[in-house]
């Protein structure tokens, strides 16, 4: 499912596709939504056909906020608009009236009592649907709460709450470190399916699990396999907390999932599996974290918690499953992107003695879900790699991270130091990351993945990922106006492995782009130890002219065994004339076939012969030309050389010059002074922010609960019996009565006035009739 973030200041995207053939395009100018039918690979595999004109859906209800973010759900039903303030969703596929040549759609407001009251100062930070329900959406807000909406049961009341306090009680800590900012569903793999992972202004990341939406559905077999994992590796542990905790998951797993406590003859047909409504009477969930990275050695524990190479603060995040790697990015505004791995699973955490606050129907049923989630107060020991395995399973210790990359964008740098980034992954290849900023888009592909790697054989040693852009909207390099942002982004692909991405402008121009996915994950290597041998390459590029052969002669003849007395012999015996005939026959055979061979050969390798020496007679031509124009250019040269240094001169002597004025001999900062700055400049505008965000939010969250107060307070009097109701009674009625008397008799006097002004009016004009 498409995630839709809702912040203010986040970047746009009014861009969504349904998985399938359609595009969504939210135009704010007409405050209408955009429905565009998409061919892929038609008439060629790489091509994208699109249907004109579009279809116009409106919505039925006047929108008051402007829309940011649009995300549609898995089946295509519903898409979500959201915006800073407020959040709605439009279903498509309902009951809907042509008015205007468009189609209105029925839209309904979310958590209207929440985030869209005027007196409320609370922001929605991130909205997303869930990935295994149609129907349950998922917020966080800024007063630090996540809330679970489920549209097809009610749309005012979540169903489930979780107020997230990462800070241990009796411990400060900077406004940066309680001020979320960005949260994401995990992927099916074991428990990372069941938890919801949130980020901090500070790069904290923390875990909820297991969060499961009511009637949401899972796959049989991923069930069963978490449900042996906890008899086989918890029950069987040797310490009491590990057999705790995973006694808490079984009975919670029976309880939210009744099949898997049945027989085996019960469950043999089963292929997937709906969740029931459930929660743990007297615990709630812990929330894990901060997540911490693997330590080789003496490494200090913030930079265990954070990178110290990341600059600014956190402004997104982004879950990634790859086969078996969990992968999480996290975005800063200095426009670095910290790439991490989960280096162990995640298991349910819960808290004994914090009971949540439960909303059940008339059939004792629970509906709705509401729980504070600490952070466990116990201190974390850093997780190093020499640790044995049962010091880590099931002990209720959030994973490690394993640090794969820091990717630097290298975004143009504004004024204030802050950047906005938005991650997708691509769903046809897992492997790479689209990075959308106000610099345009970026492709990252990981070449290493720490478990998938271990299964596939591949090397060990970790590769580097590879950083393409995919599209700028920078104007240049010098350009000192601001880049062109981008409203849109949207990545299609079909079943023949081709990929696109769609870039809409903020001009309202498409952009279509067809995107590599063969070959990707294969880079070149280059084996820089060993050196390349110049003659072997050269021996190489050269070709054959004449063969070896003939280079190295005619086989030698040996002279053939003959008498002692050969000599005395005469050519015209007989002896001499064999003698003569076999000497003429080795000739032949060595010298004459020799000449013929190199006579053919060199009349065979004539015109290649010629090709060469033209060519090097060209090349020739054209380094005499370069010689000549580097001849002209070099009294030019010997100008600006002698420019240079007399520049380099002048400047040598102004900044001895400046040496000389006074403070210039200031003192370097020192090594702590440097960190303290290096801090500021990371929370700088967050900690202001962040508390008048906390007091808005506690003001609003007071009014709300002093008025719900009041009326709860007005109906217990009210159904109070006794003398004092019945006395209360009476004199409010007598008040009602006289205050109906004085009306009536105000009203009298009215109709006494306008009946005396009447007879004054007749008598007069009588008077007057009688006079004349």
């Given at each position: ?144 709460v996540f809330r679970l909406f489920d549209l097809s ?463 090097q007679h060209a090349r020739l031509d054209e380094a ?149």
């Amino acid at each position: 499912a498409a995630t839709a973030s809702a912040s203010a200041g986040g970047v746009r995207n009014i861009l969504a596709w349904d998985g399938a053939s359609r595009l969504y395009y939210w135009d704010s100018n007409q405050q209408c939504l955009h429905r565009i039918s998409i061919r892929l690979g038609e008439p060629d595999p790489t091509s994208v056909v699109a249907a004109s004109p579009s279809k116009v859906l409106r919505a039925d209800k006047e929108l008051n906020f402007v829309v940011n973010k649009i995300s549609i759900n898995r089946n295509g039903s519903a898409l979500l608009l959201a915006g800073s303030d407020d959040l709605c969703v439009m279903y498509l596929y309902g009951r809907s009236s042509t008015k205007e040549n468009a189609i209105v759609c029925r839209t309904v407001s979310i958590g209207s009592q929440v985030y869209s009251s005027d007196s409320s100062a609370i922001r929605i930070l991130q909205v997303s649907w869930h990935p295994y329900s149609d129907t349950h959406v998922g917020i966080l807000s800024s007063d630090s709460v996540f809330r679970l909406f489920d549209l097809s049961s009610g749309v005012v009341q979540p169903e489930q709450e979780y107020y997230l306090q990462p800070v241990e009680p009796g411990r400060s800590r900077n406004a940066a470190s309680i001020c979320p900012v960005d949260f994401s569903f995990g992927g099916d793999h074991l428990w990372d399916r069941f938890s919801v992972f949130v980020l901090f202004s500070d790069g904290s990341v923390y875990i909820l699990c297991p969060v499961v939406p009511f009637g949401s559905v899972y796959k049989w077999e991923s069930i069963l396999e978490i449900y042996s994992d906890a008899h086989t590796f918890g029950l069987k542990s040797a310490k009491s907390a590990a057999v705790n905790n995973s006694n808490m998951a079984i009975s919670w797993l029976e309880a939210t999932f009744p099949e898997v406590a049945q027989e085996a003859t019960d469950r043999e047909n089963l292929s997937t599996i709906k969740a029931h409504s459930h929660a743990l009477f007297d615990a709630s969930l812990a929330l894990q974290g901060p997540l911490r990275k693997v330590c080789h050695g003496g490494e200090d524990e913030d930079l265990a918690v954070r990178g110290a190479e990341c600059e600014g603060r956190a402004v997104s995040f982004l879950y990634n499953l790859v086969s078996k790697d969990s992968i999480l990015v996290t975005a800063w505004s200095g426009g670095q992107l910290q790439i991490d791995a989960l280096a162990d699973e995640i298991q349910p955490v819960w808290i004994t003695g914090s009971a949540p606050r439960l909303r059940v129907d008339s059939f004792d049923h629970i509906r709705g879900i509401a729980m504070i989630c600490e952070s466990i107060p116990a201190e974390h020991s850093i997780v190093k790699l020499d640790q044995p395995l049962d010091n880590t399973v099931w002990l209720g210790h959030p994973p490690p991270l394993l640090r794969l990359a820091i990717v630097d964008l290298a975004l143009p740098r504004k004024t204030e130091g802050s950047s906005l980034i938005t991650m997708f992954a691509d769903p046809l290849m897992p492997e790479r990351i689209y990075s959308l900023h106000e610099g345009g888009v970026d492709s990252i592909v990981l070449h290493f993945l720490p478990f998938t790697s271990q299964i596939n054989g591949k090397d060990e040693n970790i590769k580097t990922p590879s950083v393409h852009p995919v599209l700028s909207t920078c104007q240049g390099e010098t350009s000192s106006s601001s880049p062109s942002p981008l409203s849109g982004f949207a990545s299609l692909s079909d079943s023949f492995g081709y990929s696109w991405v769609v870039v809409v402008t903020s001009t309202q121009e498409c952009v279509v782009l067809e995107m590599k996915t063969w070959n990707l994950l294969l880079p070149i290597q280059i084996d820089k130890e060993k050196p390349i041998d110049m003659e072997q390459q050269k021996e190489k590029d050269t070709p054959d002219i004449i063969s070896k052969e003939l280079l190295s002669g005619p086989k030698s003849v040996l002279a053939p065994q003959a008498s002692p007395n050969l000599r005395s012999i005469s050519a015209d015996s007989i002896e001499g004339r064999s003698a003569l005939h076999q000497y003429f026959k080795l000739f032949h055979e060595n010298y004459v076939e020799y000449a013929h061979k190199v006579y053919f050969e060199l009349k065979h390798h004539g015109p290649q012969l010629k090709r060469i020496i033209d060519d090097q007679h060209a090349r020739l031509d054209e380094a005499q030309q370069k010689i000549s124009r580097v001849e002209a250019k070099q009294p030019m040269l010997d100008e600006r050389i002698d420019h240079a240094v007399q520049r380099h001169n002048s400047l040598e002597q102004r900044l001895q010059r400046l040496r000389r004025l006074p403070g210039a001999h200031k003192k370097p900062l020192s090594r702590a002074e440097r960190e303290f700055k290096s801090e500021l400049d990371q929370f700088t505008g967050v900690e202001l922010d962040a508390l008048r965000s906390s007091i808005d939010t506690l003001g609003a969250r007071l009014k709300r609960y002093t008025k719900s107060s009041k009326d709860n307070l007005t109906t217990q009097r009210r159904k109070i019996p006794g003398r004092n109701h019945v006395q209360d009674a009476q004199i409010s009625q007598l008040k009602s009565s006289l205050e109906k008397l004085s009306l009536l008799n105000s009203e009298s006097t009215k109709k006494v006035e306008l009946v005396e002004s009447a007879i004054k009016t007749v008598e007069s004009s009588r008077n007057k009739t009688i006079l004349s």
